[in-house]
């Protein structure tokens, strides 16, 4: 198996998911090498390629092939954005590992302030946003309700307005990146492995350019992800839910045997479509709700990687995707 490596071991990583960013990434690296720079230490910057359909790849390869900083991943095919992420988490060697999207909502000068309460004893820094700009109030809203219904339903309390921004110590990057399920809910992911985590607040701008790459359906399968992943309330919930069915049933049964017997009992179909309609909706919410849970299980069992690799460009080498990093230096 052939192997690929920096000539010096970077003190920090950041790690950049791509999915369609050809119209912001020239602009992100710009910002992104200048404030790593100012650091003072060695560092590399991974930009995954998530299987993007316009130019993005083609950008980070050419980042890669004449900055010796920049480690290009390209997947064999779109994996989405936590996926993506697990690569380039993969693949990094810092001591200090910042997770960043490519669209420059999180701004890549709040670095050196990160860096600096890890300094102070954090092992993880999370961006936290005071205001939300560029996003609609619908967009507003819904992400409170996902927020709020996260800390209801599962045993982790995630801080609100926190996303997958933050720095981590390669002490809890090791923890991330021994967890293999396949549906990554990485900030809850984070939140569970504990450690001593501390906010950074700041004010979220508006994307750089291009379009947001997480529509309504991909916000809700996010959703479900984040709750599936993190909890067993869900099933709690179809169990009770079933009881109560249960004894409803039971309270009809006996009023149409009262009705029967008392001779009032009359022939008509209101109550019967009722009757339906609830138990059937009862029913079709837990064996919903039963099969998330089975999905997961069955993803899980197959025993698939998380991501397969086509191509890793670095130190102006290109390696084939059966390559794995190492951590050695020169």
């Given at each position: 198996?052939?192997?690929?490596?920096?000539?010096?071991?970077?003190?920090?990583?950041?790690?950049?998911?791509?999915?369609?960013?050809?119209?912001?990434?020239?602009?992100?690296?710009?910002?992104?090498?200048?404030?790593?720079?100012?650091?003072?230490?060695?560092?590399?910057?991974?930009?995954?390629?998530?299987?993007?359909?316009?130019?993005?790849?083609?950008?980070?390869?050419?980042?890669?092939?004449?900055?010796?900083?920049?480690?290009?991943?390209?997947?064999?095919?779109?994996?989405?954005?936590?996926?993506?992420?697990?690569?380039?988490?993969?693949?990094?060697?810092?001591?200090?590992?910042?997770?960043?999207?490519?669209?420059?909502?999180?701004?890549?000068?709040?670095?050196?302030?990160m860096l600096r309460?890890?300094?102070?004893?954090?092992?993880?820094?999370?961006?936290?946003?005071?205001?939300?700009?560029?996003?609609?109030?619908?967009?507003?809203?819904?992400?409170?309700?996902?927020?709020?219904?996260?800390?209801?339903?599962?045993?982790?309390?995630?801080?609100?307005?926190?996303?997958?921004?933050?720095?981590?110590?390669?002490?809890?990057?090791?923890?991330?990146?021994?967890?293999?399920?396949?549906?990554?809910?990485?900030?809850?992911?984070?939140?569970?492995?504990?450690?001593?985590?501390?906010?950074?607040?700041?004010?979220?701008?508006?994307?750089?350019?291009?379009?947001?790459?997480?529509?309504?359906?991909?916000?809700?399968?996010?959703?479900?992800?984040?709750?599936?992943?993190?909890?067993?309330?869900?099933?709690?919930?179809?169990?009770?839910?079933?009881?109560?069915?249960?004894?409803?049933?039971?309270?009809?049964?006996?009023?149409?045997?009262?009705?029967?017997?008392?001779?009032l009992a009359v022939?008509?179909?209101?109550?019967?479509?009722?009757?339906?309609?609830?138990?059937?909706?009862?029913?079709?919410?837990?064996?919903?709700?039963?099969?998330?849970?089975?999905?997961?299980?069955?993803?899980?069992?197959?025993?698939?990687?998380?991501?397969?690799?086509?191509?890793?460009?670095?130190n102006n080498k290109?390696?084939?995707?059966?390559?794995?990093?190492?951590?050695?230096?020169?």
């Open positions: 198996m052939r192997e690929w490596k920096l000539r010096i071991v970077p003190y920090l990583s950041v790690v950049a998911p791509c999915f369609n960013e050809e119209a912001v990434l020239p602009e992100f690296y710009r910002q992104v090498a200048a404030v790593c720079r100012s650091v003072g230490e060695p560092f590399e910057i991974v930009l995954v390629n998530d299987g993007s359909s316009d130019r993005t790849w083609q950008l980070i390869r050419g980042f890669a092939e004449s900055d010796d900083h920049v480690v290009g991943i390209n997947l064999s095919r779109n994996h989405g954005h936590q996926l993506a992420l697990t690569a380039g988490l993969t693949y990094t060697r810092g001591q200090r590992v910042l997770i960043i999207d490519a669209d420059l909502q999180d701004p890549p000068g709040l670095l050196p302030d309460k890890v300094e102070e004893g954090a092992d993880v820094v999370y961006g936290q946003r005071r205001s939300r700009g560029g996003e609609t109030t619908f967009k507003l809203v819904t992400a409170r309700l996902f927020y709020w219904l996260i800390n209801k339903l599962t045993e982790i309390k995630i801080p609100p307005d926190t996303g997958d921004f933050r720095l981590l110590t390669r002490q809890v990057l090791d923890v991330l990146l021994r967890m293999p399920e396949h549906h990554r809910f990485t900030r809850g992911m984070i939140s569970w492995a504990g450690f001593h985590q501390v906010p950074l607040l700041y004010d979220r701008d508006p994307r750089f350019a291009g379009t947001t790459k997480y529509p309504m359906k991909k916000m809700v399968r996010f959703a479900v992800d984040a709750i599936t992943g993190l909890s067993s309330k869900p099933l709690k919930f179809a169990t009770w839910m079933g009881v109560c069915g249960s004894l409803l049933g039971l309270g009809l049964l006996g009023y149409a045997l009262i009705s029967w017997s008392l001779g022939s008509g179909w209101t109550s019967l479509i009722a009757a339906i309609a609830l138990f059937g909706s009862c029913q079709l919410i837990v064996l919903g709700i039963l099969g998330e849970y089975l999905a997961r299980m069955y993803t899980q069992i197959q025993g698939r990687p998380l991501f397969v690799v086509k191509e890793v460009v670095c290109s390696v084939a995707s059966s390559t794995q990093p190492v951590s050695d230096s020169e």
